[in-house]
């Protein structure tokens, strides 16, 4: 696996780093292939109940797509999509720590996360009508399913700048933090989530995602919902409430 994108797990919460600061943690060939690997494992280890993906350095999360391999045919925008869209199809729940700015195809990939949270003083950019690029059609789902048209809009056909209070204002950021508590609110964040039921987690996050798809399908909903009800976890979670303790959840 390249040493530019970097994956560990502890306990329940997998991490997903990208390690190329030197080149704003851009994505070529190399680092798309090491993210799908990393989601193809995360996706089969079922004691991962959310996933962080976070990048390396302190300037800058994701400049997106490798320019310079875009231009050479190295790689193209099918193979991102690719990436984005297997991160945003995982059951599990996904959060994205941005340490820093985001441009272009970085802020699809923390769009497929479920959760974004942002530094202040950071800024965000989709330059690609400034470059002659129009984004592929996958990508521009991403946005509207995010933040509707009207925003979408504003960074893709306008390709405006935001700083990190308006991120948080148009619902790009659900959390703003500062870079020295980014870490530490993140972890905090995924282990309260990796401490819900897992079942009951995945449920929704699936029902939600079809809805805003809509193409919701009621006896996916209804079998779901059954499976939750029929589960061990929710028997703990209403011992654990009688008997006032912390439910101790198992999958099943």
Do not use: W
């Not at 690609?128 to 996958?138: E, K, R, T, V």
């Not at 870079?179 to 990796?194: C, K």
């Amino acid at each position: 696996m390249t040493e530019t994108i970097l994956y560990s797990r502890t306990g329940h919460i997998g991490r997903l780093m990208l390690n190329n600061p030197q080149k704003h943690n851009s994505l070529g060939r190399e680092q798309l292939e090491g993210i799908k690997n990393c989601l193809t494992e995360v996706a089969s280890d079922k004691s991962v109940r959310v996933l962080i993906v976070s990048g390396a350095g302190t300037k800058t999360f994701c400049a997106g797509a490798s320019l310079q391999e875009l231009s050479t045919g190295r790689i193209s925008h099918d193979a991102f999509q690719e990436m984005t869209c297997q991160l945003a199809d995982l059951s599990i729940p996904t959060l994205c720590a941005m340490n820093g700015d985001v441009f272009g195809g970085g802020a699809e990939l923390a769009m497929s996360c479920d959760f974004r949270i942002g530094v202040e003083g950071s800024r965000m950019r989709v330059p690609a009508a400034a470059i002659g690029l129009c984004y592929p059609i996958a990508g521009i789902n991403h946005f509207i399913r995010c933040l509707g048209v009207r925003v979408t809009k504003r960074i893709l056909v306008a390709s405006e700048e935001f700083k990190a209070s308006a991120l948080l204002e148009i619902g790009f950021f659900d959390h703003l933090v500062s870079p020295s508590s980014l870490e530490l609110f993140t972890n905090d964040v995924a282990e309260h989530i990796a401490g819900l039921a897992p079942l009951a987690v995945q449920s929704m996050k699936r029902i939600i995602g079809l809805e805003a798809e809509g193409f919701v399908d009621p006896d996916i909903a209804l079998g779901l919902s059954k499976l939750c009800l029929a589960s061990r976890d929710l028997q703990e979670g209403f011992a654990a409430k009688r008997e006032k303790r912390t439910p101790i959840f198992t999958g099943h």
